[in-house]
């Protein structure tokens, strides 16, 4: 399975941003597609994750209400709604894919690149 990333942009603080992440087939229910951020000089942070099966989410304290996490079994997407953006989301996001839901993400998509300005 391959994950594409899409959906990066620039935009002012308070926009949106709607990132997507394909995936190539049709996963197991196990599946768990997360989104993680690497800003510049600082490590990588996980930001969201979906259950495929379930639709179960977990989300990061720092975007919670703001950030929103969706599947579309059908269209094979994984989604991440950003709303009220603000300078600190500036990152570059990648999606990573774990086939059977435990901590090894054994897929990850190229990332796209999301910068805010103030």
């Known amino acids: 399975v391959q994950l594409q990333a899409s959906g990066g942009g620039s935009v002012q603080a308070g926009a949106s941003l709607r990132l997507s992440c394909k995936v190539s087939?049709?996963?197991?229910?196990?599946?768990?597609v997360s989104w993680f951020r690497q800003a510049p000089g600082k490590e990588r942070e996980f930001v969201s994750s979906?259950?495929?099966?379930?639709?179960?989410?977990s989300y990061a304290d720092f975007v919670k209400g703001r950030f929103t996490i969706s599947r579309d079994k059908d269209n094979l997407t994984a989604d991440l709604q950003m709303n009220n953006l603000n300078s600190e989301d500036t990152a570059v996001y990648f999606c990573?894919?774990?086939?059977?839901?435990?901590?090894?993400?054994?897929?990850w998509g190229q990332g796209t690149e999301v910068t805010v300005s103030s």
């Open positions: 979906i259950k495929w099966g379930s639709g179960t989410t």
């Open positions: 990573a894919a774990s086939t059977w839901g435990d901590d090894n993400y054994d897929q």
């Open positions: 087939r049709r996963p197991y229910s196990t599946y768990v």
